[in-house]
């Protein structure tokens, strides 16, 4: 999954701008995607801590996880 593709499955489910981060730590709680070394990791991120971090070596699965993530939290099921 590219970026593009996570940013429109986002936009489809109507998951708030604030609950997401795609480009490391965001302000407040959210969930986040951010580079790190040759990789890639999602966690999320509450008060400057990331908690349930993983790690992947592609954009791609790392992509699919942040989706995964936040399908879950929003109990939103994929269309």
């Known amino acids: 999954m590219t970026r593009k593709q996570l940013q429109q499955e986002l936009t489809d489910l109507k998951i ?12 407040g709680e959210c969930y986040a995607l951010e580079a790190e070394g040759s990789g890639w990791v ?33 109990r939103n099921t994929k269309p």
């Open 42 to 74: 999602t966690y999320y991120s509450e008060r400057g801590h990331r908690t349930a971090l993983r790690s992947f070596a592609l954009e791609a699965s790392a992509n699919q996880d942040l989706l995964d993530r936040i399908c879950l939290a929003f």
């Open 16 to 27: 708030p701008l604030s609950a997401v981060s795609l480009d490391g730590p965001g302000g």
